[in-house]
């Protein structure tokens, strides 16, 4: 994907991270010592996933297992600052970063790409997925969760919804674009602002000032940014 200067210091700051004089990139977070590197089956249950993702893709599925699994994959070499990083908290949140902490040079994350899956075992029901992304495209297979917050920077997300859709999705980004699969009885009260914003849906929609509703209205979706597509399939 194209990128240019404005769009990549954006995307470092959206991240978490900053670029200093020395063209080296700040990817810090808080509590370091607190994770793990590289793959790993999780036997605890896990209420909530947070993840942070410079480039590839994400797969987050239903398993017919009783662990929560993750692994990742690349074309690059990875040493161990460059693997995959975890921890999950007291509360049972499953939080990823896209490697360790601490300063790169840009050039050496700037070339990589990982793929990441996350298997989760079939009827958890998670509180919240929450994702800071930068080049990424995400596909959430039927996974039931409560609330969906995402900001970035080149992102598209596919959700697929069977049954049930959260109670909120929220997305600020930039070039961004986000496709659900959704029943016919869907309801939904979407909110989208900013520049260049589109809409797509196959299901009836009908109009409250700025907001759209489709049947119940009963997910709230809020979207803002610059370049944005919401599409809605049945």
Known sequence: MKRIALISLLACLM????INYNGEMNYTYEHPERYQKG????????????????????NIMYVDHPEVRIYEKSDSTLD???????YVDDEGGLNIQFCASGFYKTKRLNNL???LTI??????????????????????DSVVYRELHVDGVDFDIAADFPETLPGEINIEGVNCSFSMMVPTSAGMTINMSGVKRNLNSQLPIRKDGKKTIIGDGACDIDIEGVDCTL???K
């Open 15 to 18: 991240a978490g991270c900053n």
């Open 39 to 58: 793959d790993a089956v999780i036997s605890q249950p896990i209420t909530d996933i947070d993840i942070s993702w410079l480039a590839g893709e994400i």
């Open 113 to 115: 790409r990982k793929n």
């Open 119 to 140: 298997e989760v075992p079939r009827g958890t029901v998670l509180d919240e997925i929450d994702m800071s992304l930068v080049s990424a495209v995400v596909d959430i």
């Open 80 to 86: 161990d600052s460059l693997r995959m990083h975890y």
């Open 231 to 233: 599409n809605i399939n």
